[in-house]
């Protein structure tokens, strides 16, 4: 059966934010799956902060999305044609499909769900690759222990949000810091911090305090027009992105 498939590609590398000139509408003939290979019809996209990074033509963990390639996401659908051993007509997976209608794939970075355990949202989300950052920057890099302070930037955001859940649950003081009206509305109904709360959460810091920091993180903070070095000897400083 003919099908034809709408993607994203990249036209031009943005300057700042990305606007309609960054992207081309592209309409293509869908091939069928080949030996070893099976068709995915994608149902969700998931739109991550990183996926700014990959526009630039910079050297960074990934190489970046060429002029004309189909832009690069994460996303989750259900297989709908397949010759391959692993992969099944019905399948739902995830995988790093691009931002378009159909992907063919051989398998390789392809993770099969189970709807009954969560809906294919969380496997993109909690369960997928922000939540896979968020434990292992704080379990694998920050070591975080009960007790420990958990300094959270970028908050409100798909990582921030995960790693501050996280840390609350394992029994650590969160500070969540977020930035503009829309950040700082999130955090808040995450039950993070204002400003002004975070000033008094950094002040309240004690000598012997062990500080772990998150996402985009850095050794000083603005609160109530204050600037507070927090970054000490004896902390943590667990990068991301």
């Not at 081309?24 to 991550?48: H, R, Y």
């Not at 392809?110 to 920057?137: C, I, K």
Request: include cysteine; charged fraction near 20%.
């Amino acid at each position: 059966m003919s099908r034809t498939s709408q993607e994203i590609r990249l036209a031009a590398r943005p300057q700042g934010r990305p606007d309609a000139s960054t992207w081309q509408l592209a309409t293509t003939e869908v091939a069928e799956p080949g030996p070893g290979e099976f068709l995915v019809q994608l149902q969700q996209i998931s739109l991550d902060p990183a996926m700014r990074g990959w526009l630039n033509d910079v050297r960074s963990y990934l190489p970046p999305v060429q002029i004309g390639a189909v832009m690069r996401a994460f996303g989750a659908g259900t297989v709908i044609a397949s010759q391959h051993d692993d992969f099944a007509v019905g399948d739902v997976v995830s995988g790093t499909f691009g931002v378009r209608e159909y992907a063919i794939s051989d398998g390789n970075g392809v993770a099969r769900l189970d709807l009954d355990v969560a809906p294919m949202s969380t496997w993109l989300g909690a369960l997928g690759m922000p939540g896979m950052t968020a434990w292992f920057g704080l379990e694998d890099v920050g070591r975080a222990q009960p007790g420990d302070t958990v300094l959270v930037s970028a908050a409100a955001g798909a990582v921030g949000s995960t790693v501050a859940q996280l840390a609350k649950a394992k029994g650590c003081r969160v500070i969540g810091v977020a930035g503009g009206s829309y950040g700082l509305l999130m955090a808040h109904a995450r039950a993070f911090m204002t400003p002004q709360e975070i000033g008094r959460g950094v002040r309240q810091l004690k000598v012997g305090d062990k500080v772990i920091y998150g996402q985009y993180a850095g050794s000083t903070y603005k609160a109530d027009g204050i600037e507070y070095k927090v970054l000490r000897e004896d902390d943590i400083l667990a990068v991301i992105g």
